[in-house]
């Protein structure tokens, strides 16, 4: 099998897994114990939060520990509403479930949601920019990779428009950290969610960055031990953070800017990908084709009729040749219905299921580009059969 889908989840990267074993087996007591043991797993956890904070430009302080991008979006967005009066949240009509899932509980408590339209390519529409960050809104949250097309949105314009105008601006960086770590202490943005297991690291495991000015505001989702600064109770997995950590100390540090060029060798890759399967007229490029998650590859398609082909049906064809791929977002891929991104971005209501997505890490070199051309050809002429 050749895995291609590593924006769904990623092997751990080398040594991770050693680390864990190895923090096991010298830190497994409980970090909140006074005795030698808990003092031992105590240091072994904010040694990963110092370590993770230096690869990120931040202040340990800043990083705090969740069960993963899911819970940390959550934290963000309920634990800032919690403790203001209603008012407007703005996320981009291409969101992760997690954000839209957490914007719609939000509405039950007075808030409004308003979703920013993207055109074709899956862009928000900067045009919207003032009419959106005009009162009522009080919170942006705006994914920064988007993980089913690939599309990387203008975050850092966003994020100083919400500044000048003292909104609170969120992002879900979930896609972004395995491609390079942005310097936090020169992010734009309040509140940044992520999980570990994009990145090579542990599942179980992920972060919400956060300035201390948001500290005292934000309310914790569920109250017991007051771990994590009294903002995340409950017994922190000294195993998954020191694994987490492991993981971002192999990731290599990038300017914001510059994120869809960030990871150049993976990105050339994607490239001479791409342009091997588009020989084929029957596939077409999904989102933005250059201002992308550099590891991404979103397709569509069609038979030699234009017809577009069922991209789960494909997904198992090319399953059974050997390769491993999603058809749209790994967190919905099992259901057969339009995808909501596809369709937010505009596209004929018969393609909206005939999108997969080929998504790269670094076990993947340039010699198995050959076998994976083959085997997508093999796999779709057996779709079409089936």
């Known amino acids: 099998m050749i895995y291609l889908d590593a924006c769904a989840t990623a092997p751990l990267r080398p040594g991770v897994l050693q680390r864990m074993i190895e923090t096991q087996d010298q830190a497994w007591a409980n970090p909140s114990s006074l005795h030698g043991f808990g003092l031992k797993a105590?240091?072994?956890?904010?040694r990963a939060r110092f370590q993770i904070a230096e690869k990120l430009s931040a202040d340990h302080s800043d990083v705090v520990f969740t069960s993963g991008a899911t819970e940390s979006i959550h934290l963000a967005l309920h634990g800032l509403a919690a403790t203001r009066s209603p008012g407007r949240l703005v996320i981009s009509s291409v969101e992760h479930p997690a954000?839209?899932?957490a914007a719609r509980l939000l509405t039950k408590s007075g808030w409004e949601v308003t979703e920013w339209p993207v055109d074709q390519l899956g862009r928000i529409k900067l045009e919207y920019l003032e009419e959106l960050l005009a009162p009522p809104t009080q919170m942006v949250s705006l994914?920064?990779?988007?993980?089913e097309v690939g599309t990387i949105q203008p975050l850092l314009k966003v994020a100083e428009a919400c500044r000048?105008?003292?909104i609170t601006i969120h992002t879900d960086a979930t896609q972004v950290l395995s491609q390079g770590l942005p310097s936090w202490k020169h992010l734009p943005v309040d509140l940044l969610s992520a999980s570990a297991h994009k990145s090579g690291g542990p599942r179980g495991i992920g972060l919400l960055m956060m300035r201390q000015s948001y500290r005292s505001e934000l309310m914790p989702l569920f109250s017991g031990g007051g771990q994590e600064g009294g903002l995340r109770s409950g017994t922190e997995s000294v195993v998954l953070a020191a694994g987490m950590a492991a993981a971002l100390d192999q990731i290599e540090c990038c300017a914001s800017a510059d994120l869809a060029r960030s990871g150049h060798g993976v990105a050339d890759l994607r490239d001479a990908l791409r342009d091997r399967l588009l020989t084929d007229e029957r596939l077409m490029v999904c989102g933005d084709p250059e201002n992308r998650?550099?590891?991404h590859l979103s397709l569509l398609v069609c038979d030699h009729n234009g017809q577009p082909v069922s991209g789960r049906r494909l997904v198992?064809?090319?399953?059974a040749c050997g390769l491993a791929v999603s058809s749209g977002s790994a967190c919905s891929s099992g259901k057969d219905s339009d995808s909501p991104v596809l369709v937010a971005m505009g596209l004929p209501q018969t393609k909206c299921r005939s999108s997969v997505r080929l998504s790269l890490g670094p076990w993947i070199e340039r010699q198995h580009l050959d076998e994976i051309v083959h085997r997508f050809q093999a796999g779709l002429e057996q779709s079409l059969c089936s």
């Not at 994914?143 to 993980?147: D, F």
């Open 42 to 46: 105590s240091e072994a956890l904010e």
């Open 99 to 101: 954000v839209t899932g």
């Open 143 to 147: 994914v920064w990779g988007q993980g």
């Open 164 to 166: 000048t105008r003292g």
């Open 293 to 295: 998650l550099p590891h």
């Open 316 to 319: 198992r064809s090319l399953d």
